[in-house]
């Protein structure tokens, strides 16, 4: 076993600055933990972004290494758990926040953050899902289990060319649902037509600012990435009995919004929180992605880069350009 490896590595050079490099790290340097996993993949997700720029809503101490996603094998286990060679994936909890993340070839973790890699999926494939596809599918999870159903509408999706859009779009339509898909990116109108998405509606016309209290009934759902006005509209703008998810606050996490909505149409806001979802719930869901959600279409949801292309992938997800998943390949 070699005892030094690859991560990125982020320093806060000056209060405030913070540089990015690809570093050599000692096994030694990592913190403790009950398994030693090899990484073989990882993905590049918003909150790595942040963390990856110095935010303190993510990351409190400098120096550290991102990632909240790893795919890869055990090599050491202190847990009856797991053995040595089993193929396991680590997503969300504490991974890529203050602990040493997938950004590394090599990181070591509690137990109880690792599940089993589902049957029918390959490493690389679990991180073409990640923590944006195990987002997305809660997501679509929660609208089922409202129920909102493929007879009663169409369901929105907004940030809909992002990580967790993308996926969500993906997903919806292989459910029978009919999709619109929000995006400020009107070049990629096809792309969102070839993962299923039915309607285009631009981001212009996914704000209201009319000050009304309400708005025409169009949505039977809404699966918000983005917060701020547009949850805000899409909340105004659902039927009677709808249910809106919310997971993201990629453009604000205000929500300029008055209770009519709740009260006079009986919409739900259901609320989706990946990072310390419990194992009991992770598991059903992860097999559902590995099943009934596995996408036919994951190659045209997909970068894959080294850790040397990183950083640069990295500026592209917080300038709003990022398309699909970008997926780390921790060999290359």
Not at 195 to 200: K, P, R, S, T, V
Not at 299 to 311: G, N, V
Not at 316 to 325: A, E
Request: contains cysteine; proline residues 6%.
């Amino acid at each position: 076993m070699p005892t030094t490896f690859q991560a990125m590595v982020v320093t806060e050079t000056a209060p405030g600055q913070f540089q990015r490099a690809i570093v050599t790290r000692n096994l030694s340097d990592l913190p403790p933990g009950e398994v030693l996993l090899r990484v073989r993949y990882s993905s590049l997700n918003y909150k790595d972004a942040l963390s990856a720029s110095g935010n303190r809503g993510v990351t409190r101490c400098y120096p550290h290494t991102p990632g909240i996603d790893a795919a890869g094998e055990v090599l050491e286990s202190g847990s009856p758990d797991f053995s040595p060679g089993e193929a396991v994936i680590v997503s969300c909890y504490d991974l890529g926040m203050n602990t040493p993340g997938g950004f590394a070839q090599y990181i070591r973790v509690p137990a109880k953050w690792i599940m089993p890699l589902p049957a029918g999926l390959a490493l690389r494939e679990s991180m073409i899902y990640g923590t944006a596809g195990f987002t997305a599918a809660q997501s679509v999870d929660r609208l089922e289990r409202h129920p909102v159903l493929p007879e009663q509408g169409k369901i929105l999706v907004t940030g809909a060319t992002g990580g967790v859009g993308s996926m969500a779009v993906a997903m919806l339509s292989l459910s029978g649902f009919s999709v619109a898909a929000a995006t400020g990116k009107p070049e990629q109108e096809q792309f969102l037509r070839d993962l299923g998405a039915q309607d285009i509606v631009s981001r212009e016309n996914s704000i209201d600012r009319s000050g009304r209290m309400l708005l025409k009934e169009k949505w039977a759902g809404v699966i918000d990435t983005v917060g701020g006005e547009m949850l805000a509209t899409a909340i105004k703008s659902t039927r009677y009995g709808g249910a809106v998810t919310c997971c993201g606050n990629a453009a604000s996490p205000d929500l300029p919004l008055n209770v009519y909505p709740f009260i006079l149409r009986g919409v739900s806001l259901i609320g989706i929180d990946s990072a310390e979802c419990p194992m009991a719930v992770r598991l059903p869901i992860w097999e559902k992605i590995a099943t009934t959600w596995r996408l036919p279409n994951l190659e045209r949801l997909t970068t894959e880069i080294s850790l040397k292309e990183l950083d640069r992938h990295i500026e592209c997800i917080l300038q709003g350009k990022q398309r699909g998943r970008v997926v780390l390949n921790l060999d290359a």
